[in-house]
């Protein structure tokens, strides 16, 4: 069975620049989680998704910040405008989620350069 | 509020040594997860293993055990006989209880295995 799946694996861009991050969650996984690495906090939960609908968004940095889910099977992080803190490689883990914490099972990460 | 302190920040190892990975945990559910992962050279989080509150067996799986002792809110993680390949950062972590799937993660243990 196929993995998480994220893509890019690697992006580099300019300051102001908008960037977009996708995830393709493993199949019938109903739990969709978006986390963030960097080597002064770690790993940091930003958003988490439930059935494609968001549930808790308090680890969102700030508006610049959004993601979205508009089906089972993909989900997107965007950063607009973006700036060169927001450099860290950027995870996508889902789970099944049955009322009770299953094991989230991570792609690859993105790592997201911002110069 | 849930944390995890993983109070080794690296550990040097020569190969066929044991190390044990320190995880301790504050929570106030009395039901909740516990997991490791590890995240080798390669980058990717690779799930270890889940246990849940009411089951302190200890276990073992190959070179790898878990010591969970709910009394001290300790979780420790055992490699036996380590190997170069074992070489990476390995995270604990903890989710509550029921419908909470977010996961808190500590801030990870690095490995070292020398030959």
């Known amino acids: 069975d196929a993995g998480v799946i994220q893509s890019p694996r690697h992006e580099v861009t300019e300051m102001g620049q908008e960037v977009t991050l996708r995830c393709k969650p493993i199949s019938g996984h109903n739990s969709l989680f978006w986390y963030r690495q960097t080597m002064m906090r770690g790993l940091e939960l930003l958003i988490y998704f439930n059935n494609n609908v968001p549930i808790d968004d308090s680890g969102m940095p700030e508006d610049r910040f959004s993601a979205k889910m508009p089906n089972a099977s993909f989900s997107t992080l965007k950063i607009q405008p973006s700036e060169p803190r927001d450099s860290a490689v950027y995870f996508c883990?889902?789970?099944?989620?049955?009322?009770?914490?299953?094991?989230?099972?991570f792609g690859d990460g993105t790592r997201l350069s911002i110069l | 509020a849930q944390k995890v302190t993983q109070a080794q920040t690296e550990i040097s190892v020569v190969e066929k040594e044991d190390v044990t990975l320190d995880c301790v945990y504050e929570t106030r559910d009395t039901t909740y997860y516990l997991f490791w992962y590890k995240q080798p050279p390669s980058g990717e989080l690779v799930f270890l293993i889940r246990?849940?509150?009411?089951?302190?067996q200890n276990e073992i799986s190959g070179r790898y055990s878990w010591n969970f002792q709910k009394s001290t809110s300790s979780f420790n993680f055992t490699i036996t006989a380590s190997q170069v390949v074992d070489s990476a950062v390995y995270f604990c972590?903890?989710?509550?209880?029921?419908?909470?799937?977010?996961?808190?993660f500590g801030a990870g243990t690095t490995v070292t295995v020398r030959a």
């Open positions: 883990a889902s789970s099944l989620a049955m009322g009770e914490a299953q094991p989230q099972h």
């Open positions: 246990r849940n509150s009411f089951d302190e």
């Open positions: 972590a903890l989710s509550g209880g029921s419908n909470d799937y977010k996961l808190s």
